[in-house]
């Protein structure tokens, strides 16, 4: 042990028995912060500033006092997202199986850019990609790339519906940029991902955005959609999705891609984490017309509970998604000499080689686990709305269609307080949102521990919580 006199002499490029030390004190806590429970809050943010902050240090602390700072900070400051009782957003949770492989990741340090500065990734790559389109039930041909997370995902997708449909109209947008381009259209639903909207804006095309109406289950309105459509100057790029934020709804595949590409256009699905009810047999009908799409988007970090990051762009028209994206240079060693090149299918060219730890739970879960853990979620996430709506004075905001449950249950300042009140208490976490104006809360079940019991647990402690805080003006505290 180094203490805080600075780190050892470099040894030459050999690793020292000190080094050996610190990753058996890292595999000591991983045990315990596993099996230890704790509350569904971070215990004491408020060191943080003291644990993290100071000045940098001239000479440094050593390995072993650094480890342990930064523990006392973890410990102090975060939440427990891979709990099985945290619903505040779609996080999931970290899989045993993911956390062993994204150490080796970690500890292999591959840049999955070219294939030349990791085959291991590449290949890896390349047998998640065929895997997957094989398990969503993807056009032959679809291609894959990882990104960071879901947004960037959007990105390189969208970044292909430009390409395609520009170069439909004469335009190599690639050479020529946007300015004094041919028209392009979009067309988002009225419940789109902020993710997506942020995506067309660095595009360049924030100004051509138009939005659909939804019904009030939160599904795209397809007769809205025709009419927008059949109205739509030059080149069409339709955003739709595949689990709503908020409510879960999947919008009408089928029948919005029959408009979009009757008008020539490209439909693009936002699926972060829906795509993944499409492992499951018994769920995969509430997403039938899935494969009639041009590109997805979504994440392993939801649904499929890797650890993060893991995002995943795919796509059914390999041309311009590769064009969209690549670049060369002299100094890089590209696939002309080798295999493919993980950079030429996203965004992102240096990045860690995650394909290893999506390949590890692919190859760990198989089909039948993967289902597994999506229908025990949506199981956990009807038996919370059922549990809940019951109770007088809450209600469902919109049919739990997947893994998310969204409720009403007075005005806003009631709301607000009922998830702070849950919140503190460490039993759950949960999150407020609007609902087409009406102010709601949403319960996201997506971590592969969370089943009918963290279900019943946390439906008990929120009708306690709702149950203490009645409406302004209605009485004392309802009993049972």
Known sequence: MTGTLGPPPLADGQVVP???????????????????????RPRDPQRLGELLGGELSQKGHGEHATLRRLIDAGECGLLPSGDSRSFGYVVGGALPIGIASDWLVSLWDQCSAVYETSPLASVAEQVCERWLVDLFGLPTGTVLGLTSGC??????????????????????????????SPPLTVLAGAHTHVSGLRCLRLL??????????????????????????????????????????DCGSVDPLTEIAAITHEHGGWLHLDAAYGMWAAASPALRP???????????????????????DCGIALCAHPD???????FSADYLQTAERTGRDPMDHRVEISQRARALTLWAILHQEGRDGIARIIERNCSAAAELGRLLEREPGIGLLAPVTLNQVLLRIGDEGRTRRIVDI??????CW??????????????????????????????????????GQPEPGAGPPHRR
């Open 18 to 40: 000190e080094d050996l030390d610190l990753l058996d004190s890292v595999a000591r806590y991983a045990r315990y912060f596993l099996e230890t429970p704790r509350p569904v």
């Open 151 to 180: 947004t960037t995902a959007n990105l390189a997708c969208l970044a292909a519906a430009r390409e395609h449909q520009l170069r439909a109209a004469g335009w190599e947008v690639n050479d020529r940029g946007m300015r004094h």
């Open 204 to 245: 360049g095309l924030g100004g051509q955005v138009e939005r659909v109406a939804a019904g009030p289950d939160g599904r795209m309105d397809p007769r809205h959609l025709a009419d927008l459509a059949a109205a739509a100057p030059g080149g069409l790029i339709v955003c739709g999705q595949v689990g709503s934020t």
């Open 286 to 308: 509430r997403l039938d017309g899935l494969e009639r799409a041009d590109s997805w988007s979504c994440d392993g970090h939801k649904w499929l509970n890797t650890p993060y």
């Open 320 to 326: 311009p998604f590769i064009d969209a994206v690549r």
């Open 422 to 427: 849950l919140n503190s208490s460490g039993s």
């Open 430 to 467: 949960v999150t407020s949102t609007t609902w087409n104006g009406v102010p709601a809360i949403r319960i996201s079940v997506s971590n592969w521990q969370s089943g009918r019991e963290s279900a019943e647990a946390t439906a008990s402690a929120f009708l306690q919580t709702y149950r």
